[in-house]
T-cell receptor
Framework: DAKTTQPPSMDCAEGRAANLPCNHS???????VYWYRQIHSQGPQYIIH???NNETNEMASLIITEDRKSSTLILPHATLRDTAVYYC?????????????FGKGTRLSVIA | DVKVTQSSRYLVKRTGEKVFLECVQD?????MFWYRQDPGLGLRLIYF???????EKGDIPEGYSVSREKKERFSLILESASTNQTSMYLC????????????FGEGSRLTVL
């Protein structure tokens, strides 16, 4: 699976959009981009995933560049409860038995 | 909603004790996983299972074993606990085709004295 690079930490004002970047320049054509988050003292929580089209669900939006070498997770109106570590993971979905490999993620702090 | 339940939120054990960490999921998922999480090291995969009685080693299986006798239950066993196994242990499950969409339990924080 391709490696990802994320900034170690970011701040965001409450009510503003939080844009979390992820670089995955070695991604291959059949690899998906997954995002998880982990709130303090809890297990990670799945947020969203995509292949090449932008995706949106009730939690967030995922924007993948046309060359697929980077992506951005957008939390449209960040709240204090969105303070967490956010993980960007790239893997081949639907095939094989290769589990997810979590990196160190980005620690997002939402500030009142 | 999928629920993954880990038997103990906090445990304190002594060096050399045998430790069982239990995990149960209620959504008939085929795949189950055990990770450990340590500061600065992130989540590391210990073992996973994609069927009853099947198991696969992850990145750090040494010092651990697992058991999956029933589909809903996946146990992590520390045969002889050591202080370097003090950690947060996280269980997760997913459907057979959903290897990327994991549902995690709340974690078990183990301290080995």
């Amino acid at each position: 699976d391709a490696k990802t690079t994320q900034p170690p930490s970011m701040d965001c004002a409450e009510g503003r959009a939080a844009n979390l970047p992820c670089n995955h320049s070695t991604i291959s054509g059949n690899e998906y981009v997954y995002w998880y988050r982990q709130i303090h003292s809890q297990g990670p929580q799945y947020i969203i995933h995509g292949l090449k089209n932008n995706e949106t669900n009730e939690m967030a939006s995922l924007i993948i560049t046309e060359d697929r070498k980077s992506s951005t997770l957008i939390l449209p109106h960040a709240t204090l409860r969105d303070t967490a570590v956010y993980y960007c993971i790239v893997r081949v979905a639907m095939t094989g038995n290769t589990p997810l490999v979590f990196g160190k993620g980005t620690r997002l702090s939402v500030i009142a | 909603d999928v629920k993954v339940t880990q038997s103990s939120r906090y445990l304190v054990k002594r060096t050399g004790e045998k430790v069982f960490l239990e995990c149960v999921q209620d959504m008939d998922h085929e795949n189950m996983f055990w990770y450990r999480q340590d500061p600065g090291l992130g989540l590391r995969l210990i073992y996973f299972s994609y069927d009853v009685k099947m198991k696969e080693k992850g990145d750090i299986p040494e010092g651990y074993s697992v058991s999956r006798e029933k589909k809903e239950r996946f146990s992590l066993i520390l045969e002889s606990a050591s202080t370097n196994q003090t950690s947060m242990y996280l269980c997760a499950s997913s459907t057979m085709r959903g290897f990327g969409e994991l549902f995690f339990g709340e974690g078990s924080r183990l301290t080995v004295l």
